[in-house]
């Protein structure tokens, strides 16, 4: 959530979409009991996906939270196992205007008893999760300080291979990965660091039984996952290159955390002009992330084609306030149309800023 193009991207098994008939059948079915409880859209989301799942008898379900974690309407389940990611400023209207505020929104999915993986470790977050985890006896891992991912190949566009070692040791030499970008060792070291959890949890251990019958195969399992990842999950939206000559990239990173990463890595890259197609929803804080923007780029602001897209002449005036300058245009499509005509063949293209944005061009 949310999805780029088609709805169904929301709910997948074993990389397939939900197929339309069973959306339709769901709606029918449950018409009546919707317009008494009237849920929102994301409620309706999470009890089409549990039905599903629950229909089609899935082994594991990995469920992610719409927002935040405390209240989100996919925490009634009581899961195998809780991962968070990493916390950034994003959502502050309803999580908080803290990291520790928004960490304590967040730690709302520890449940008593269940492990939980923290991805990062951060010295105003960590304390949150320590002590939530502490009151309800949960065993807690923090992912970065369990495994390091160190990078062996030079940065592009289609995959990545790393020395992953645990506790100094090397443990899983020249992973090759099937994604790039700045953001992917953290979300590596996070994602393995669960899939060992669940090694030892005793009700996962039966459905990875496969797997995990000896180390060698176990490793073999991750090994083919990650190389088919694009395959398997269908994943996309995140430095995904889309044009050549010149490049245009795409990356729907839209908090501070997410977008920092995005333009160290470009600013890193050897393009003697960055064209940045952007825009935001109207709700974003965007004085927040504007001053995480590189002055030296070109600029094209654009509304997202929803209704709670940002209007681009507004989002132009913020952005003139930091230092960055550029011109407004009635549609994405429009902005990146502007930006491939000015960039000559050796510059680079970025659109980035929000999901919204980066879904009407890929």
């Known amino acids: 959530s949310p999805h780029y ?3 169904r991207e929301r709910i997948k098994i074993d990389g397939q979409y939900i197929p339309r008939r069973r959306v339709v059948e769901f709606v029918a079915r449950n018409r009546a009991k919707m317009e008494e409880i009237q849920p929102s859209f994301f ?6 996906a549990f039905d599903h799942f629950a229909r089609e008898k899935v082994d594991i379900a990995i469920v992610e939270v719409g927002l935040g974690g405390r209240l989100d309407s996919t925490n009634v389940i009581t899961p195998l196992l809780s991962v968070i990611t990493n916390i950034s400023y994003d959502h502050m209207n309803m999580l908080g205007n803290t990291l520790p505020e928004i960490a304590f929104e967040k730690a709302g999915i520890i449940k008593p008893g269940v492990p939980v993986v923290i ?3 951060h010295p105003e977050s960590a304390p949150v999760f320590i002590k939530k985890a502490g009151e309800v006896g949960a ?3 923090f992912a970065d300080q369990a495994l390091r991912a160190v990078l062996k190949t030079e940065m592009n566009w289609e995959s990545s291979v790393f020395d992953i070692y645990k506790e ?3 443990f899983l030499p020249d992973l090759g990965v099937q994604a790039a970008g700045p953001y992917l060792g953290k979300n590596l070291v996070t994602t393995l660091q669960a ?10 251990r039966d459905h990875f039984a ?8 176990h490793h073999s399992s991750i090994r083919e996952g990650f190389k088919d990842m694009k395959q398997l999950t269908r994943f996309q939206g995140r430095w995904q290159v889309i044009g050549q000559n010149p490049v245009i990239l795409c990356d729907s990173a839209h908090n501070e955390a997410g977008l920092n990463q995005v333009f160290a890595a470009v600013q890193d890259m050897p393009y003697p002009q960055v ?7 109207n709700d974003k804080d965007v004085d927040k992330v504007l001053p995480l923007f590189p002055p030296q780029a070109r600029y094209y602001f654009a509304k997202a084609d929803i209704p709670r897209g940002l209007e681009a002449t507004l989002l132009q005036e913020k952005a003139a306030r930091f230092g960055l300058e550029g011109k407004a245009y009635i549609s994405v499509r429009n902005a990146l149309n502007a930006a491939r005509q000015a960039a000559k063949p050796e510059d680079l293209i970025l659109v980035t800023g929000s999901i919204f944005v980066v879904a009407e061009v890929i």
């Open 210 to 217: 496969q797997s995990v019958r000896s180390e060698t195969s």
């Open 5 to 7: 193009k088609d709805f």
């Open 139 to 141: 065993p807690i891992v």
């Open 119 to 121: 991805g990062e470790t």
């Open 275 to 281: 064209h940045i197609v952007t825009g935001f929803v």
């Open 43 to 48: 409620e309706l989301c999470v009890a089409m």
């Open 168 to 170: 100094r040791e090397m």
């Open 195 to 204: 899939l060992l959890l669940c090694g030892g949890i005793p009700r996962a």
